[in-house]
């Protein structure tokens, strides 16, 4: 005897082609993966300040009173440290958008009868 899903009727014609829309939409927003991009571009900028910030620790240690580049150059570690988590902050909201979008793309094809129901899949 066939589940429960198995049995669901097929959507309405004026709803599948609806359905059909979304999906051809959601799949081109799904491709662009802003994430990524936002990631690396976190992580340039981490290693970089942690790079930054170790210049800055040895200038002080070895030095009795700091020289004058110092200070441009601890506040651009700064603001490398704030962009970073910035961009992370960005990075961790566009991957949440793009898996709630990818869990649509999968419920829509599992609506239009492209892929089978999550209980079928081996």
Known sequence: MPSAAARKPAPA??????????????????RARRSVDSIARAAVEGFLWAVLAGVCGKLLWDSAVPPPFFWPLALLDVLLLWDALAW???????????????????????????????????
Request: aromatic share 2%.
């Open 13 to 30: 014609p004026d709803s599948q082609a609806a359905f059909e829309a979304e999906l051809r939409e959601l799949s081109a927003e799904a």
């Open 88 to 122: 992370a902050r960005q990075a961790r909201a566009e991957l949440r958008r793009e898996v709630a979008v990818l869990a649509r793309v999968r419920d829509l094809r599992v609506a239009l009868g492209i892929d089978p129901p999550p209980e079928r899949r081996p």
